[in-house]
């Protein structure tokens, strides 16, 4: 088939049809970040005020479901985004914002949190740009985090790094996964 001979409106539809599964292809994460994984504090920024975390990460469908749960003491709280990974974005509640570092900052109420995805490194690689507002004595400020997860080679660590505008030092959390 020569291209050169196609009408200019089928042209530019197998245009659009090579474009969205170049799009769709590179938007699924990799299977080995699904599963269960357990905080490394040795290896981690410090989780204060909390002293264990777990991630627990499933793909159904266009769906990945990422949900956390921290621990200290008899205190317990689980937290979960849910990102559909076939839009450009998701909007998630924001009811408890967990990752103060004792700024003084905290989500206002009925708070939520734009989710957009991006998957690199033959999906080993998923980068969440995450944007919410916080209250503060000051008032309401909009907040961005760079969130990326990324597996190590053999598929048995997973680093999560957050890089925010509130704070200029990523933090780095590192998870072992779970033989559960």
């Given at each position: 088939?020569?291209?050169?001979?196609?009408?200019?409106?089928?042209?530019?539809?197998?245009?659009?049809?090579?474009?969205?599964?170049?799009?769709?292809?590179?938007?699924?994460?990799?299977?080995?970040?699904?599963?269960?994984?357990?905080?490394?504090?040795?290896?981690?920024?410090?989780?204060?005020?909390?002293?264990?975390?777990?991630?627990?990460?499933?793909?159904?469908?266009?769906d990945l479901v990422i949900a956390r749960t921290l621990k200290s003491g008899r205190r317990t709280f689980t937290d979960s985004l849910t990102i559909d990974l076939s839009a450009p974005s998701t909007t998630n509640p924001l009811e408890w914002w967990v990752d103060?570092?004792?700024?003084?900052?905290?989500?206002?109420?009925?708070?939520?949190?734009?989710?957009?995805?991006?998957?690199?490194?033959?999906?080993?690689?998923?980068?969440?740009?995450?944007?919410?507002?916080?209250?503060?004595?000051?008032?309401?400020?909009?907040?961005?985090?760079?969130?990326?997860?990324?597996?190590?080679?053999?598929?048995?660590?997973?680093?999560?790094?957050?890089?925010?505008?509130?704070?200029?030092?990523?933090?780095?959390?590192?998870?072992?996964?779970?033989?559960?």
């Open positions: 088939m020569n291209l050169l001979r196609l009408p200019a409106r089928p042209l530019a539809l197998l245009a659009l049809l090579a474009l969205t599964s170049t799009l769709f292809a590179a938007t699924a994460p990799s299977p080995a970040l699904t599963g269960t994984w357990t905080f490394d504090a040795d290896r981690s920024t410090d989780l204060s005020p909390w002293r264990t975390a777990t991630l627990e990460i499933t793909l159904d469908g266009s103060n570092r004792h700024l003084g900052a905290y989500a206002p109420h009925e708070g939520t949190q734009v989710v957009s995805p991006s998957v690199y490194d033959d999906g080993r690689v998923l980068r969440l740009n995450i944007d919410y507002n916080l209250e503060t004595q000051q008032g309401s400020r909009p907040v961005n985090t760079l969130r990326q997860f990324q597996i190590s080679p053999d598929g048995q660590v997973l680093t999560v790094t957050d890089l925010r505008t509130t704070r200029p030092r990523p933090v780095v959390h590192v998870f072992q996964r779970s033989s559960e």
